[in-house]
């Protein structure tokens, strides 16, 4: 009766209706963390791991691709979850498909690398480089809709169809747990999809990137003619 | 031989209520600790989910009841093994149920906690649960009965 210890923490938690209808977060960031604090130590940890393979905020600007794979690596082997260990497959071949649909989009060709990216596929996404939709169309039906939106270079779209695909996702796996460390994982993941759509800001996307603009340009920056 | 008989016929007439009590201990615990943690998420009707949370201990109750009338049948070795099946049985029965049902009462409150409207029909499913066991502990009578006769 292990799964016991998870029913207060899992109703303690408001219900999220839905992605793109929300206005805010269901409960704060900081009411979440005091709520997970009930779980067990070896589940926080778990949960922030998951947390930091999924999600790039922590990552400075100059990312070494090869110590982000061998770190994805080492800690998608710390999740004792089969469940949790599919659905963070999942996830990071959601970022392999589109990073190879980008790539390919911008005409590069297929990486020369064999460990080029993480996940599960990315040896069959690179032996597949040049199909339309890169031999994952079954597995992953919003391939062409995000070709298509890299086409047209309509980019709130792609990333609607992105964030969706993952909703589902999350969804349909939130059937087959109720009351576990799954279900909570799953409940965590949703807040932060929430939390990103309902934090796009117009002005604050502007500023990020100026600020990315700035970074790129260096010292190039001060030799610009002034607009 | 005929002490290790009557032994078993002991234990049939103990086991409603020890496990009738085992499951309703863990259908209780499970079903109050979703009524407190949704006592951290409502601003109201605190009194519901806990009463509702007691739901799964009407087992150990129906145990007491069958342990009684059991107990009141003369223990020989020809009774003793009736009473042990019967028991014992009822028993497992009562305790599936209370544990079971108490996660039926933890969905209910999680569900009626987001939709107060629901919380009249999200108790169906552990009224249907209380219903098998009713049906153990009806049963359980009915045959003692016949036993006795």
């Not at chain 2, 145990?63 to 009684?68: E, K, P, R, T, Y």
């Amino acid at each position: 009766m292990a799964d016991t210890a998870y029913y207060t923490l899992l109703t303690s938690l408001p219900h999220i209706d839905s992605l793109f209808n929300s206005r805010i977060t269901p409960i704060s960031r900081f009411q979440l963390d005091r709520r997970l604090s009930m779980l067990p130590q070896a589940d926080r940890d778990t949960l922030v791991n998951i947390e930091n393979l999924l999600h790039w905020d922590h990552l400075d600007n100059d990312v070494d691709e090869e110590r982000l794979i061998r770190l994805a690596e080492k800690l998608r082997q710390q999740i004792p979850s089969q469940t949790l260990r599919d659905l963070v497959d999942w996830r990071l071949d959601m970022r392999t498909v589109v990073s190879a649909l980008r790539r390919r989009h911008q005409g590069e060709a297929a990486p020369t690398q064999p460990k080029w990216s993480y996940g599960s596929r990315y040896e069959y996404i690179r032996s597949h480089w040049n199909a339309p939709t890169l031999g994952l169309a079954g597995a992953f039906p919003w391939i062409p809709t995000v070709n298509e939106c890299l086409r047209t270079r309509d980019h709130v779209t792609l990333e609607k169809t992105l964030l969706e695909a993952v909703w589902k996702q999350l969804e349909h796996l939130s059937t087959r747990h109720r009351f576990d460390f799954e279900a909570v994982v799953i409940y965590v993941l949703r807040w932060n999809l929430v939390s990103r759509w309902t934090s796009y800001d117009e002005n604050k996307a502007e500023s990020r990137f100026r600020q990315l603009v700035d970074i790129s340009l260096g010292e190039f920056r001060d030799q610009l003619p002034q607009v | 031989m005929e002490d290790f008989i009557i032994a078993l016929g002991w234990l049939g007439v103990f086991a409603p209520v020890a496990l009738g009590a085992v499951g309703s201990a863990i259908g209780c615990s499970v079903a109050g600790q979703a009524a407190c943690g949704a006592m951290l998420d409502v601003e109201s009707g605190y009194g519901k989910f806990v009463g509702l949370s007691a739901m799964p201990s009407s087992q150990v109750i129906y145990g007491i009841v069958i342990m009684f009338t059991l107990a009141g049948i003369n223990m020989t070795t020809n009774s003793a093994p009736g009473l042990f099946g019967i028991g014992l049985l009822t028993g497992i029965a009562l305790m599936y149920s209370a544990v079971y049902q108490g996660q039926a009462v933890a969905a209910a409150i999680n569900a009626s906690k987001n939709k107060p409207e629901v919380f009249g029909l999200s108790i169906a499913p552990a009224a249907i649960v209380e219903g098998f066991a009713v049906f153990a502990f009806v049963f359980a009578l009915v045959m003692g009965a016949n036993i006795s006769a």
